[in-house]
T-cell receptor, first 117, second 117 residues
Framework: DTEVTQTPKHLVMGMTNKKSLKCEQH?????MYWYKQKAKKPPELMFV???????INESVPSRFSPECPNSSLLNLHLHALQPEDSALYLC????????????????FGPGTRLTVT | DQQVKQNSPSLSVQEGRISILNCDYT??????FLWYKKYPAEGPTFLIS?????DKNEDGRFTVFLNKSAKHLSLHIVPSQPGDSAVYFC????????????????FGQGTILTVHP
């Protein structure tokens, strides 16, 4: 099973709203990632969690707040977003347990299409 | 500065023929390379990868070639099938330089492959 699930599939929110994106994997992976993808662009890394600790924050604005409640779950809390934050938000996971090639194979979820009005 | 480049935005191929997708990189610290396929409204799907200690890796219809001196890699799909029509992303990671078991992937801009019946 190489499935990463994300909810919701679509989300429309106003600039004053607070919402959360959820991601789940049951592959026993210990590294989880949030990416942002704009139309016709490649995915851009936002955050990396390793063993439930934040390891990389790619200078993401504080209106995006990640959380890793346990090794299977990853959340992205959204608050006071701007219209330019509208994008496809992708979650991914990788083995992340040993320094080996397979650790670097990231498996992506289907994404949440976010529209900020 | 784009460290991973896919210079062909699109490629059109006849069913049964070979598809060759190209990728160039500039960062000499990259030592692990991956190819992903993406259908509209879905997350990227991992296809195949290659470490810098190899020059070829094969998996079924997919073969990835790496030319380290030219900082170039290519993905060959033989024979091409209409279901292969998708956006293909090349990605790179600096595994040994990072020294961690999780990787930061840098993606190219993607190439849209269309396979005609």
């Amino acid at each position: 099973d190489t499935e990463v699930t994300q909810t919701p599939k679509h989300l429309v929110m106003g600039m004053t709203n607070k919402k959360s994106l959820k991601c789940e994997q049951h592959m026993g992976h210990r590294a989880m990632y949030w990416y942002k993808q704009k139309a016709k662009k490649p995915p851009e890394l936002m955050f990396v969690y390793s063993y439930e600790k934040l390891s990389i924050n790619e200078s993401v604005p504080s209106r995006f707040s990640p959380e890793c409640p346990n090794s299977s779950l990853l959340n992205l809390h959204l608050h006071a977003l701007q219209p330019e934050d509208s994008a496809l938000y992708l979650c991914a996971s990788s083995q992340g347990t040993v320094l080996a090639e397979s650790s670097y194979e990231q498996y992506f979820g289907p994404g949440t299409r976010l529209t900020v009005t | 500065d784009q460290q991973v480049k896919q210079n062909s935005p699109s490629l059109s191929v006849q069913e049964g023929r070979i598809s060759i997708l190209n990728c160039d990189y500039t960062n000499s610290m990259f030592d692990y390379f991956l190819w992903y396929k993406k259908y509209p409204a879905e997350g990227p799907t991992f296809l195949i990868s290659i470490s810098s200690i190899k020059d070829k890796n094969e998996d079924g219809r997919f073969t990835v070639f790496l030319n380290k001196s030219a900082k170039h890699l290519s993905l060959h799909i033989v024979p091409s099938q209409p279901g292969d029509s998708a956006v293909y992303f090349c990605a790179a990671s600096a595994m040994r330089a990072g020294g961690t078991s999780y990787g930061k992937l840098t993606f190219g801009q993607g190439t849209i492959l269309t396979v005609h019946p």
